[in-house]
């Protein structure tokens, strides 16, 4: 059974970087495609990135993500650098499935609530 | 950018058949993805590639796509349907995701 379980401080200043890990049993991180999903209390779903083959980023974000995987321990990350307020939001962790550039979110961890506060 | 927009709200009885719009600039030419999302959960997977259900998910849930407007529908429709309901397609010109902005289903 394929498991995703987002981890990282819950609380994060102004102006620092914020650090989540995805943590994924059941499945090889290599034999597929990896992505971060954010929502912010109230609103809708924002796609951050992914590593589909090559990594691409929200160009909205773009100068302040970074994605990367460590296959050794079977994990992803998501680095955001520079955090407001306005990155307070829910970060999901999703496995993206992509055929001919098309692509669905069809595994979700439970998400992980990062507040930006002094 | 590309932009896909879905009414706020949805209502709709018991037993019912609830249709949710998500509309953008000749979706057709792309393929939807519909999920759903109760509270406080992560959104679960519906449908993919505009009709495909995912695994696991009902035949009363289905969707269509068509000139400028996806739609998903529900048929007889349950109180555990209740949640929030995202579009999402891969705009090819920004090499983006997009999701639309949500809707919100109420079984009366």
């Known amino acids: 059974q394929v498991q995703l379980q987002e981890s990282g401080p819950g609380l994060v200043k102004p102006s620092e970087t914020l650090s989540l890990t995805c943590s994924v049993s059941?499945?090889?991180?290599?034999?597929?495609?990896w992505s971060w999903i954010r929502q912010a209390p109230g609103k809708g779903l924002q796609w951050i990135g992914y590593d589909s083959g090559g990594i691409k980023y929200n160009s909205a974000l773009n100068s302040r993500v970074t994605i990367f995987a460590d296959s050794s321990m079977n994990q992803f990350s998501l680095r955001l650098t520079s955090v407001t307020a306005a990155d307070t939001a829910v970060y999901f962790c999703?496995?993206?499935?992509?055929?001919?550039?098309?692509?669905?979110?069809?595994?979700w961890g439970q998400g992980a609530l990062v507040t930006v506060s002094a | 950018s590309y932009v896909l927009t879905q009414p706020p709200s949805v209502s709709v009885a018991p037993g019912r058949t609830a249709r949710i719009p998500c509309g953008g600039a000749n979706i057709q030419r792309t393929t939807v993805q519909w999920y759903q999302q109760k509270p406080g959960l992560a959104p679960v997977l519906l449908i993919y590639?505009?009709?495909d259900r995912a695994s696991k998910i009902p035949d009363r849930f289905s969707g269509s796509n068509s000139g400028n407007t996806a739609t998903l529908t529900i048929s007889r429709v349950e109180a555990g349907d209740e949640a929030d309901y995202y579009c999402q397609v891969w705009d090819r010109s920004s090499d983006h995701e997009v999701f639309g902005g949500g809707t919100k289903l109420t079984v009366l």
């Open positions: 059941g499945v090889s991180i290599n034999s597929f495609y």
């Open positions: 999703a496995r993206a499935r992509r055929r001919d550039g098309y692509t669905f979110f069809d595994m």
């Open positions: 590639y505009d009709s």
